[in-house]
Nanobody, 124 residues
Framework: QVRLAESGGGLVQAGDSLRLSCTAS????????MGWFRQAPGKEREFVAE????????NYADSVKGRFTISRDSAKNTMYLQMNSLKAEDTAVYYC?????????????????WGQGTQVTVSS
């Protein structure tokens, strides 16, 4: 059983930075690809970024490219999302996910395990 726990969310101002963490437990062979998704009120869950086991392959949504950086420490079973130059439209609940088998799918259906989410609110 894979368990995921996000942390690091909060209330910040536009232009600020925030770093989210996701700590995973369970069989590592089920965590080959890890990703971040987000869901704003009244909107569908959307892909943010994903990363493979080694950390060498990543994929980002166009809306966050150049501002967000995904990374992971597989030895610690922890994934991070460094978010810079935050905008009001980045406000959402951010979810950590794993269980996908390849980077590039970028869809929630590819992921089997999900965390409970952490709220990020960016005031303009």
């Amino acid at each position: 059983q894979v368990r995921l726990a996000e942390s690091g969310g909060g209330l910040v101002q536009a232009g600020d930075s925030l770093r989210l963490s996701c700590t995973a437990s369970g069989p590592t062979y089920r965590m080959l690809v890890m990703g971040w998704f987000r869901q704003a009120p009244g909107k569908e869950r959307e892909f943010v970024a994903e990363i493979n086991w080694t950390g060498f392959t990543t994929n980002y949504a166009d809306s966050v490219k150049g501002r967000f950086t995904i990374s992971r420490d597989s030895a610690k079973n922890t994934m991070y999302l460094q978010m810079n130059s935050l905008k009001a439209e980045d406000t959402a609940v951010y979810y950590c996910a794993t269980g996908a088998t390849k980077v590039g799918a970028a869809t929630a259906n590819e992921y089997e395990y999900w965390g409970q989410g952490t709220q990020v609110t960016v005031s303009s």
